[in-house]
């Protein structure tokens, strides 16, 4: 039988073999696993519990808020107010930096989080995700500053995600390769089942919305036909997976060997910079797939070299296999330098995206 590796146990043994994980990521990472729980409970409960439908509340996107996201909000928010490690969160569903409240102390991390990503998939059953980053306190303010939450994700000391799917998983990389832990409900741990994953060098899938393709830019479209083995040298044809859950396509691909792409696109004059958000989405996911021996592109770059100036802010996203996220990277490089010219004043910072408050 193999041993049985609870979170707590896989941190401290890391910790013996890489001075940098420090004992906070274990208080951490297990404040996040417990929120997991609670999360997980409800959403496998939606439909009994009436938690089910749109609230009346909508998030700085203008998205109807499902209720589960503001449930998973708050447990997020309550279980790390008052722990004393963090200086201040951000979540995707808040429009600004949320500080901790002043009757608590205040710690040297930040806890970055999407709350239920995918929520518009609660109501049909099907996977949703949360999504957290941990990035290290630079500022020398006493409590939280903007400097602290706006770092690259080349910062990042920590990031992982949560799965509500047929099992309830959590995976997570403190830079020391990525392991995942799948929930055992009748005993509440999440155990070690997934040691030190790695993107398998054989991708089968790929992954995008199709029904966006007549606005994709010229680049990402041959791009899609080479997945296929239409354009190009004809290569093996891959899958298309798509479930429109990003935690659950990338967890896939992450396992079995893929690419996801959801690009910058004219769909509407004025938004080449799609639709996943940096601090929120990006920066976790880019950070995982690297150290799964994977990488991540807004089109141009590295997303995890990408310096933030607003903390809403969007980027396309293409993660997964290194060689298919760098093909992708020259058919745009070769097709997209009109939609390159209208993306980077966003990725610089010199405009702001539509809706990014
Ligand atoms: P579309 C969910 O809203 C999300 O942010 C990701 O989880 C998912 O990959 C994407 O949007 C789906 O977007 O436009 O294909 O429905």
Redesign the pocket.
């Known amino acids: 039988m193999a041993s049985i590796v609870t979170i707590e146990r896989h941190i401290l043994e890391q910790q013996k073999r890489y001075p940098g994980a420090t004992g906070v990521f274990t208080q951490l990472l297990y404040d996040m696993a417990l929120a997991a729980k609670i999360i997980a409970r409800e959403t496998t409960r939606a439909g009994l519990v009436g938690i089910l439908g749109a609230s009346d509340d909508h998030n700085v996107y203008g998205?109807q808020q499902q209720k589960l996201d503001i449930f998973a909000d708050e447990t997020i928010f309550k279980i790390n107010d008052h722990t004393g490690r963090l200086c201040a969160m951000a979540s995707e569903e808040h429009e600004d930096i949320i500080q901790i409240p002043p009757h608590f102390d205040t710690g040297k991390y930040v806890l970055l989080y999407?709350p239920l990503?995918?929520?518009?998939?609660i109501d049909v059953n099907v996977s949703?995700?949360t999504i957290f980053a941990i990035h290290r306190k630079v500022s020398t303010s006493e409590r939280g500053a903007p400097e602290d939450i706006l770092q690259p994700g080349r910062n990042l000391a920590a990031a992982g995600y949560v799965i509500y799917g047929s099992s309830t998983m959590m995976v997570y990389s403190t830079g020391q390769g990525v392991h995942g832990f799948t929930l055992d409900p009748s005993v509440g741990e999440f155990l070690l089942s997934h040691q030190n994953i790695r993107i398998p060098n054989e991708a089968m899938y790929y992954?995008a919305?199709a029904?966006?393709e007549k606005y994709w830019t010229p680049g990402v479209r041959r791009y899609g036909k080479w997945l296929q083995g239409i354009e190009g040298e004809g290569r093996k044809p891959l899958g298309h997976r798509?479930?429109?859950?990003?935690?659950?396509?990338f967890h896939r691909n992450l396992l079995r060997g893929g690419v996801?792409f959801?690009p910058g696109d004219l769909q509407e004059a004025g938004k080449p910079y799609g639709?996943?958000?940096l601090m929120f989405?990006a920066q976790a996911i880019g950070f995982l797939a690297e150290q799964a021996g994977g990488y991540c592109s807004d089109g141009i770059g590295n997303v995890l070299d990408i310096q933030p100036h607003s903390l809403h802010q969007r980027v396309p996203l293409i993660v997964g296999n290194r060689d298919l996220v760098e093909k992708a990277e020259a058919y745009i490089r070769e097709y997209d330098q009109e939609w390159v010219e209208a993306y980077r004043p966003f990725r610089e910072g010199q405009m702001e995206a539509a809706g990014n408050d």
């Open positions: 998205e999407d990503d995918g929520s518009s998939n949703v995700g992954s919305n029904g966006n798509y479930i429109g859950s990003l935690v659950s396509d996801f959801y639709k996943m958000r989405e």
